[in-house]
């Protein structure tokens, strides 16, 4: 239920900053995004556990889902949604000449030229973060720490 809550809410500020932002903005906006994202998961993992001690896993996790659907709230309350994106230019007609089927962009996507380079430093940073975070938490609770400390 989290993970739904969660990637719903995800997608739908995404896409109400795509739809809403112009385009000179969203770079910002994206840096932004990432950055409360990272505090978010900071904050949120860290009360996660403080709850998870002390009034255990199921009510944590309800509490969180709760949480988690309330912030849905304003996003449903927009009302442009479904509407015309400030980016479209009105008026013009799209043809099928100027865009790329899509096996043909994700084709170009990895062609580009150095994609190969930072493909490899993109893995090798997610993968070392995913193998030293996954074992730090049982390390830490091994050395006798509660839910709480870590």
């Known amino acids: 239920m989290i993970n739904t809550f969660s990637a719903t809410q995800d997608i739908a500020t995404d896409g109400l900053a795509a739809s809403t932002l112009a385009k000179n903005q969203l770079g910002l906006a994206n840096t932004i995004q990432v950055g409360a994202y990272k505090a978010g998961l900071i904050l949120g993992g860290s009360a996660l556990l403080i709850l998870i001690d002390n009034i255990g896993w199921p009510y944590s996790l309800v509490l969180f889902s709760i949480l988690l659907a309330l912030a849905l709230i304003p996003l449903c309350r927009k009302k442009h949604f479904g509407k015309q994106s400030i980016h479209d230019e009105p008026h013009q007609e799209q043809t099928t000449n100027n865009t790329l089927s899509p096996l043909k962009s994700i084709s170009s996507f990895f062609a580009q030229s150095g994609f190969a380079w930072w493909l490899w430093i993109l893995m090798s940073c997610k993968l070392s973060d995913a193998l030293g975070s996954s074992m730090l938490n049982p390390i ?11």
């Not at 830490?140 to 870590?150: F, N, P, Q």
Request: charged share 25%; hydrophobic share 45%; glycine share 10%.
């Open 140 to 150: 830490l609770i091994d050395k006798g720490l509660s839910l709480s400390e870590v």
